[in-house]
């Protein structure tokens, strides 16, 4: 018999998070090693009972092959359904090859060319795709991490993206700029034309001297700069997320962080009052590190700073290669798995997310309500919500 102590010793040290999924892998497990008779009048594949995808019941049986496809009856409600039945790659004209393709430049962070060409599609059939399984990914990891013992939080800032807009409009009156492309001043006065807008805007000519000739991007303006809250402890335990436009506020670090900490932590910051106020009325233990100041005794933020470093050579090339905002959490949210499973190889990552999709994932957003979802954050209304 083994010895159960090597084990046990480490349960204590889990977290609640880490804990349901060690007894979850236990269940599978368990499930896996049932004999035949445990199992007797089931439906079995790999260890599994197979159920009804439309009403649960595990009374069914094989009905035939379709284009190779093994399907199954529900006894009780009727329906006929395939394995891939409820799940992305159900009446997807992808092989389940060039699943796992898009899924391995996912992970390796390829350009949408660069999978397109690798798998045979085209770029945008891999843009919505990539978005169906961020999308998922979304529905299945609901929360990021939890945080205890010594947790170390602070701001990431990029700047805010269109990418894929193409409204002339919305660039000139909404965001008072041109849309960031090189442009000569002839160049630009022929883009407003044809746009629509140049005789408009011979009635403002502070305005149109600013498009004309003014930097279209400067940062650190409130309209140009996401806040992204990133925090993590000395467990491990992971926090990204996209939380406004300009400068975070006491409000927005009580919205991200009101049930990831506990009372007990100890919150090490930089300076900025919004972690204050926070720590203040939770009575959290908190140590801010000025920016004069690389630690203050066994406190720093050495970290968090190793994870900006990781996204700034994720969104390398002056952030050229950052989605548009209104993605920006579920890109966010790739990255954050990536680095929870950073224990995996790349081909290990891609083959445990691929089991996502294949098994557990549900997609049931439209091309069109992809494109049209809200922006992820507090825009301050600087923005709309909607662009």
Not at 78 to 99: A, D, F, P
Not at 217 to 223: A, E, H, L, P, S
């Amino acid at each position: 018999m083994a010895d159960l102590s090597i084990f046990t010793k480490h349960l204590g040290s889990l977290t609640d998070d880490e804990l349901d999924e060690f007894l979850s892998r236990l269940e599978i497990e368990k499930s896996r090693r049932k004999q035949p008779e445990d199992i007797k009048g089931l439906t079995v594949k790999d260890g599994n009972i197979i159920t009804c995808p439309h009403c649960g019941s595990v009374s069914i049986k094989k009905h035939d092959k379709r284009k190779g496809k093994q399907r199954y009856r529900c006894k009780d409600c009727g329906k006929v359904w395939t394995e891939t039945s409820n799940t992305m790659l159900y009446h997807s004209k992808l092989t389940i090859e060039q699943w796992k393709k898009l899924i391995k430049g996912m992970i390796q962070h390829l350009t949408l060319s660069q999978i397109a060409e690798d798998i045979g599609i085209s770029p945008s059939g891999v843009w919505y795709n990539r978005q169906k399984i961020l999308d998922c990914m979304s529905s299945v990891f609901t929360e990021q991490d939890r945080f205890a013992d010594i947790a170390e939080f602070d701001e990431y800032e990029v700047h805010m993206s269109f990418r894929g807009k193409r409204d002339p409009a919305f660039f000139v009156n909404t965001l008072g700029r041109m849309p960031r492309h090189h442009r000569s001043t002839a160049e630009k006065i022929e883009y407003l034309q044809k746009a629509g807008l140049w005789a408009g805007l011979q009635n403002n000519p502070a305005k149109l001297e600013q498009l004309l000739y003014g930097d279209s991007y400067v940062k650190g303006t409130k309209k140009d700069s996401v806040c992204i809250l990133t925090g993590k402890d000395r467990s491990g335990n992971l926090l990204l997320e996209p939380t406004c436009l300009g400068s975070i506020e006491a409000k927005h670090v009580e919205q991200l962080l009101s049930d990831k900490v506990s009372s007990d932590i100890i919150m090490v910051t930089d300076g900025s009052n919004a972690y204050k106020c926070f720590a203040e009325l939770r009575n959290i233990q908190h140590e801010q590190i000025p920016a004069s100041e690389h630690s203050r005794g066994p406190f720093s933020l050495a970290h968090i700073n190793a994870i900006h470093s990781k996204l700034s050579a994720y969104w390398p090339y002056n952030g050229q290669r950052l989605p548009a905002t209104k993605y920006l959490d579920l890109n966010l949210l790739l990255f954050w798995w990536i680095e929870k499973n950073g224990h995996l190889t790349s081909p290990q990552q891609a083959d445990e997310l691929f089991n996502y999709i294949e098994k557990r994932l549900l997609c049931t957003s439209s091309y069109q309500s992809l494109q049209r979802r809200a922006m992820p954050l507090d825009t301050k209304g600087l923005i709309p919500q909607f662009v």
